[in-house]
T-cell receptor
Framework: KQEVTQIPAALSVPEGENLVLNCSFTDSAIYNLQWFRQDPGKGLTSLLLIQSSQREQTSGRLNASLDKSSGRSTLYIAASQPGDSATYLCAVDSNYQLIWGAGTKLIIKP | NAGVMQNPRHLVRRRGQEARLRCSPM?????VYWYRQLPEEGLKFMVY????????ESGMPKERFSAEFPKEGPSILRIQQVVRGDSAAYFCASSQPTGRVNEQFFGPGTRLTVL
C-alpha cells in the first residue's frame, strides 16, 4: 500500500531564503508525482508534475526533483516571498489515483 | 478555457438531509475524480469516473455515498442522510490522460457543513 510522507510538517523562514520541502513514498511503482499549493480555505493549485521517467521539473522559482528508486521528491523554492506562504502538498499517481502527503505548512516572514 | 467548476462552493445541511455536489470538468476532459479533505486531515481519494462509467470507487464509504458522471451534464457526488462526520471539503479533479501522463486539475472545492 502506497504511503506518502512530507517533512517538515511546518516551516517558518525569513523572506528571501531558499528552502527545500521533502516528500517520500513507499512504493516506487508510480506514474507521476505532482506538487500542489493550497491556501487556507481555498482550492488546490498544481505547481509541477514530474513524470516517472523524469528527474526534475522547473517553473519560475520552483524546482522539483524525483528519485524514484529511493522514493523521494524535493520541492526547492528560491528567493522565498511572503506570497509563497501556503500549504504545499505532494501527491503520487499510482495508477490514476492520487495518494497524498499531509502537507508542509510554509510561512514566509516579511 | 474555464477550469474545473464546482458548485455550490459552500453547502449547509442538517443531519438526515441529502447533499448533492456538482463538478464540471475542464473542456476536453473525460476523466473525473472526487477527493475528500476532512478537517485537519489529508486528502483522500473517493472515486474515479469516466463518462457513464464508475472506474474505481474503492475510496467511497459503503453506505450513503454515490457518484455519477452522465453522458450529458456534470458529475454528481450524492450523500444521503448526512451526518456530522460528513462535514469536509470535497474536491473534484479532471484529466485527459496522455499515455502515462495524467495531470489532474482541481476545482475550488465544495465545503459541506452538517449541522
Amino acid at each position: 500500500k502506497q504511503e506518502v510522507t512530507q517533512i517538515p510538517a511546518a516551516l517558518s523562514v525569513p523572506e528571501g531564503e531558499n528552502l527545500v520541502l521533502n516528500c517520500s513514498f513507499t512504493d516506487s511503482a508510480i506514474y507521476n508525482l505532482q506538487w500542489f499549493r493550497q491556501d487556507p480555505g481555498k482550492g488546490l493549485t498544481s505547481l509541477l508534475l514530474i513524470q516517472s521517467s523524469q528527474r526534475e521539473q522547473t517553473s519560475g522559482r520552483l524546482n522539483a526533483s524525483l528519485d524514484k528508486s529511493s522514493g523521494r521528491s524535493t520541492l526547492y523554492i528560491a528567493a522565498s516571498q511572503p506570497g509563497d506562504s501556503a500549504t504545499y502538498l505532494c501527491a503520487v499517481d499510482s495508477n490514476y489515483q492520487l495518494i497524498w502527503g499531509a502537507g508542509t505548512k510554509l510561512i514566509i516572514k516579511p | 478555457n474555464a477550469g474545473v467548476m464546482q458548485n455550490p462552493r459552500h453547502l449547509v445541511r442538517r443531519r438526515g438531509q441529502e447533499a448533492r455536489l456538482r463538478c464540471s470538468p475542464m473542456k476536453g476532459h473525460s476523466h473525473v475524480y472526487w477527493y475528500r479533505q476532512l478537517p485537519e486531515e489529508g486528502l483522500k481519494f473517493m472515486v474515479y469516473l469516466q463518462k457513464e462509467n464508475i472506474i474505481d470507487e474503492s475510496g467511497m464509504p459503503k453506505e450513503r455515498f454515490s457518484a455519477e458522471f452522465p453522458k450529458e451534464g456534470p458529475s454528481i457526488l450524492r450523500i444521503q442522510q448526512v451526518v456530522r462526520g460528513d462535514s469536509a471539503a470535497y474536491f473534484c479533479a479532471s484529466s485527459q490522460p496522455t499515455g502515462r501522463v495524467n495531470e489532474q486539475f482541481f476545482g475550488p472545492g465544495t465545503r459541506l457543513t452538517v449541522l
